[in-house]
């Protein structure tokens, strides 16, 4: 599993000038470096969503089939952090001046979701 950021950024003169949010997330590539998510995958996910919003607690219990278990929240290192801000600082300086503290919130927010649960 490698760490995937998304950035969500506003442009200026169509070019990346300011960080809004970034989100966290755990990719799977196959042999050749392709991003992988396949139709059994996507559909797992769905038919798992379905189960949990559609069935009460004791349907589910009584359900004979195995679900998929949701991901949980994915928390990066510090290499990764360090990684990430050198990237976007000597890549895109206008996002890269405010990402550490986008970083440290979004953080700050899974931590609090995880601990939540």
Do not use: C
Not at 2 to 7: D, G, I, P, Q, V
Not at 52 to 62: D, G, H, K
Not at 67 to 78: G, K, R, T
């Amino acid at each position: 599993m490698l760490a995937a950021y998304l950035l969500y950024y506003k442009t200026k003169n169509r070019r990346p000038d300011k960080l809004v949010m970034l989100k966290f997330d755990r990719i799977t590539l196959d042999s050749e470096g392709e991003y992988e998510l396949t139709e059994e995958r996507q559909s797992k996910v769905l038919q798992n969503a379905f189960q949990f919003i559609y069935n009460r607690p004791q349907e589910l219990a009584n359900n004979k089939s195995p679900f998929e278990l949701p991901l949980a929240p994915s928390i990066p290192p510090n290499n990764e952090k360090i990684a990430l801000y050198e990237y976007l600082n000597k890549k895109f300086p206008n996002l890269g001046k405010d990402a550490p503290a986008i970083v440290e919130n979004e953080i700050r927010s899974l931590k609090k979701y995880i601990k939540k649960k």
